[in-house]
């Protein structure tokens, strides 16, 4: 079974910072649309961020828009997150996900996907 491992979690303050990636030990993240969700205590688990194959297409939930950034290097097999401006609300265990699907599929239907990570937590203190 392929593993998708996060890292970069951590403890911030209110409006700080934090980059997560996402790898593929031993395989290719070419073929897949990658995404990003996250897990608040006691809530549902959200969208936050996706990108197409190529990495020209993006996508970003509301909440997260002009505060997050996703990007990735086919050639190191890695998807990043990059978040600024970080709220108390952004605490949350984050997931990486890949899907051989368009990214709007990998949206709409989450439990589908091909590819899960553990997770990783963030924790923005305010």
């Known amino acids: 079974q392929v593993e998708l491992v996060e890292s970069g979690g951590g403890l911030v303050q209110t409006g700080g910072s934090l980059r997560l990636s996402c790898s593929r030990p031993?395989?290719?993240?070419?073929?897949?649309?990658l995404a990003w969700f996250r897990q608040a205590p006691g809530k549902e688990r959200e969208f936050v961020a996706a990108i197409s194959r190529s990495g020209v297409a993006t996508k970003y939930a509301e909440s997260v828009k002009d505060r997050f950034t996703i990007s990735r290097d086919n050639s190191k097999n890695t998807v990043s997150l990059q978040m600024n401006s970080l709220k108390p609300e952004d605490t949350a265990v984050y997931f990486c996900?890949?899907?051989?699907?368009?990214?709007?599929?990998?949206?709409?239907?989450?439990?589908?996907?091909?590819?899960w990570g553990q997770g990783t937590q963030v924790t923005v203190s305010s």
């Open positions: 996900t890949a899907d051989r699907a368009t990214i709007e599929s990998m949206i709409a239907r989450p439990d589908q996907n091909d590819y």
């Open positions: 031993g395989g290719t993240f070419t073929v897949y649309s």
